[in-house]
């Protein structure tokens, strides 16, 4: 069942305006939002959204003032651009006019038609002829940057809470299932998500042009860490030189190139599998010598590679499914089919005119082997057991809805 409505909310936002009967939908409030703080850089010189955070370090960077290059600062070319050149342009995206219906898509016209005059490059960084007068790749970094706070995002935030929540709803399923809190081997597996964590973190910082993509543990402790923003803040900028956000809104096809990548380079480093099963069986079971208590003592456990086998690992980060050898049994030899043995049982000799009851489906052999007959035969029990005495032959007695076949 798919769910779809008119509301906030909902993807097909529409509301009809009371003054202009103009249609309110997503698209609008995100050019209306722009708009505003827009007329808010004009008139209290507050920054856009995206240009405060260094795209380097991710902490507040701002020019000094008395500085000469104050005016070429890069993480401050959109506030400047929009200053400079835009400024009337895009107050006037937003009218009462009911059939004009603008988007953030001309807003991104604006800035590409600005930004290819080399003359509006210099009157923007205010330099001269003969200075450099092209786009520097540090601006349009932050043209970028910029952008990525406005472009689908219809709230008052620089993100899109509501959808992060979403997002975010599926780890919390996953999180749910494998049920780590309930775990008796808890607390040995929180310390092993803790170290693989910090080695995640090592090899962020030592590969600045990859994406770095978590396992379930890993994100585990990567989300709890943040639950500590100051923490977390110390923590990223003193261990990988510089804040360490959480990106969450990718695409699949990238993150299953990055997701292997990252496999690869951490088993390269460590020489441990970096996704591996962790369910309460392969965290505890294996090596407990009583079946009903969990083991706590990880060394005794089989290391990763034993349970593991070593192949390329699946490039799909989305999946939680683990190569296990819970309920695998071997391959029969020559592709032969298995087969279950037939246990021999005597036929027994009583001197009962009626012999026991046989369940269905049980055979009896004595000798050699005398195929069924295809027609149930209706005879006395005690003459089947004349003719089994006497000619020490094999037979097949089934009971079947109280007949008895040969």
């Not at 827009?38 to 260094?54: K, M, V």
């Not at 803040?233 to 809104?249: A, L």
Request: hydrophobic share 30%; net charge positive; aromatic share 8%.
């Amino acid at each position: 069942m798919e769910m779809s409505g008119y509301g906030y909310g909902d993807r097909d936002l529409s509301f009809t305006c009371h003054g202009c009967c103009g249609d309110i939908n997503h698209d609008f409030i995100r050019v209306a939002k722009f708009k505003n703080e827009t007329e808010n850089l004009l008139l209290r010189d507050w920054p856009l959204g995206g240009t405060i955070l260094s795209p380097s370090t991710g902490a507040p960077d701002a020019p000094n003032v008395s500085s000469a290059d104050a005016g070429q600062f890069p993480n401050t070319f959109p506030n400047r651009l929009i200053q400079v050149e835009l400024r009337s342009k895009i107050i006037d995206l937003v009218t009462t006019n009911p059939y004009v219906k603008p988007t953030m898509n001309d807003v991104k016209t604006l800035i590409e038609s600005a930004i290819i005059n080399k003359n509006t490059i210099r009157k923007i960084n205010n330099t001269k002829t003969f200075q450099i007068s092209t786009l520097q790749r540090a601006e349009k970094l932050a043209i970028r940057k910029m952008m990525s706070r406005y472009w689908e995002n219809s709230s008052i935030f620089a993100l899109e809470l509501g959808g992060a929540v979403i997002r975010q709803s599926v780890f919390v399923d996953k999180m749910h299932g494998i049920d780590w809190l309930h775990s008796p081997a808890a607390r040995k597996t929180m310390d092993r998500l803790v170290l693989k964590y910090s080695r995640f973190m090592d090899i962020v910082r030592d590969n600045r042009l990859h994406v770095c993509v978590p396992t379930l543990d890993v994100d585990l402790a990567w989300h709890t860490h943040q639950l500590s923003p100051l923490a977390y803040f110390d923590y990223t900028t003193k261990r990988c030189k510089k804040f360490i956000d959480h990106d969450d809104k990718m695409d699949e096809d990238s993150l299953s190139a990055y997701f292997e990548w990252t496999s690869k380079t951490y088993e390269k480093l460590y020489q441990e599998v970096y996704s591996e099963c962790t369910c309460w069986y392969c965290e505890g079971i294996p090596s407990s010598p009583d079946p009903f208590v969990l083991p706590t003592d990880k060394a005794t456990q089989p290391s990763a590679p034993s349970i593991t086998p070593k192949q390329p690992l699946s490039s799909d980060p989305l999946s939680t499914k683990r190569l296990s050898t819970h309920s695998t049994t071997p391959a029969p030899p020559n592709n032969v089919p298995p087969t279950t043995p037939r246990t021999s049982v005597p036929t027994p000799r009583s001197k009962s005119p009626i012999p026991p009851p046989v369940p269905l489906s049980q055979s009896v052999s004595v000798s050699q082997i005398k195929p069924l007959s295809k027609k149930p035969t209706k005879k006395p029990v005690s003459e089947l057991k004349q003719k089994a005495e006497t000619s020490q032959q094999e037979i097949h007695i089934i009971t079947v809805g109280g007949d008895i076949r040969i």
